[in-house]
């Protein structure tokens, strides 16, 4: 058997996320999985880099799989033309390539970009309803800015996760915290980014930072609340937990995939 590694984007609206689970929930590993059948029936499960809550879209998923040997005639151009003719609409397998059987995107995971958009807008946007989080407030993105620098660098992130999260190490590594512009009107800033980079993450923690980030830019929470939570490790000390629709997997960086065949190249 050999492996395939793919790129899969999708939007996450209409996904109960991206683990597969019992009962007629509809997931991205369900689906992907299902299409993978159509095509090698003898096929392994998917497994995936990131498992990506209800509502949270990706552009750049990493997931595996094993090929069976009655499959090694498909190239990497036939998965990805042929995956996409069986997925539906909402989710494309972007490129593919071959890796070692048995390669997991999570071990090999080096870092991921996480994007969390906010609509700076009064009035409701159809068009960006299920993409980013419509906030219809003042921010003072300076104070933002300044918030993003304090999380910077490797701290003990207890606060920055769910109830449901329950590792003993939560000790992580963020390398980049920022503001970024994506779009502007007369007013000013209209869409803005906050753009998380970091080797790894617990449940929650990029919604979690965007929330605190909107609530300090607001004026809910005084500038420091970050500092504040990583001394404390109490959840207590940030704020809200922001809506799951304004959440991206943007980019992973993977380890061990040089070499091999791949489309497009």
């Known amino acids: 058997m050999h492996g395939v590694l793919l790129t899969v984007a999708y939007d996450g609206e209409k996904f109960s996320g991206w683990a597969?689970?019992?009962?007629e929930e509809?997931?991205?590993?369900?689906?992907?999985?299902?299409?993978?059948?159509?095509?090698?029936?003898?096929?392994s499960a998917p497994r995936g880099v990131s498992r990506t809550d209800a509502g949270v879209h990706a552009e750049a998923q990493m997931v595996a799989f094993d090929a069976s040997p009655r499959a090694h005639a498909i190239e990497m151009r036939g998965w990805?033309?042929?995956?996409?003719?069986?997925?539906?609409?909402?989710?494309?397998?972007?490129?593919?390539r071959q890796v070692p059987a048995g390669f997991d995107p999570r071990v090999a995971s080096r870092g991921k970009r996480y994007r969390y958009r906010v609509l700076l807008d009064q009035v409701r946007d159809p068009l960006w309803r299920s993409r980013a989080w419509r906030v219809g407030y003042p921010l003072d993105l300076e104070k933002m800015s300044r918030e993003c620098a304090r999380i910077v660098g490797t701290h003990d992130f207890r606060a920055f996760r769910s109830a449901r999260d329950e590792r003993t190490n939560t000790?992580?590594?963020?390398?980049?915290?920022a503001i970024e512009t994506e779009a502007?009107?007369?007013a000013g800033p209209r869409v803005i980014g906050i753009v998380v980079e970091g080797s790894a993450f617990m449940h929650n923690m990029v919604r979690i930072?965007?929330?605190t980030l909107v609530d300090v830019a607001r004026g809910k929470l005084e500038e420091g609340a970050t500092s504040?939570?990583?001394?404390?490790?109490?959840?207590?000390?940030?704020?809200?937990?922001?809506?799951?629709?304004?959440?991206?997997?943007e980019h992973v960086e993977l380890s061990g995939i040089d070499g091999g065949e791949s489309w497009p190249r």
Do not use: W, Y
């Open 209 to 211: 930072i965007a929330g």
């Open 26 to 43: 509809r997931t991205v590993q369900g689906v992907l999985a299902h299409a993978i059948a159509s095509m090698d029936p003898s096929a």
């Open 184 to 186: 502007r009107d007369a």
């Open 80 to 96: 990805v033309l042929g995956l996409c003719a069986a997925l539906p609409d909402d989710v494309a397998v972007r490129a593919a």
């Open 20 to 23: 597969a689970q019992a009962g």
């Open 228 to 249: 504040r939570a990583i001394a404390s490790g109490a959840r207590a000390d940030l704020g809200e937990t922001a809506p799951a629709h304004g959440l991206t997997l």
């Open 171 to 177: 000790e992580r590594t963020l390398t980049r915290v």
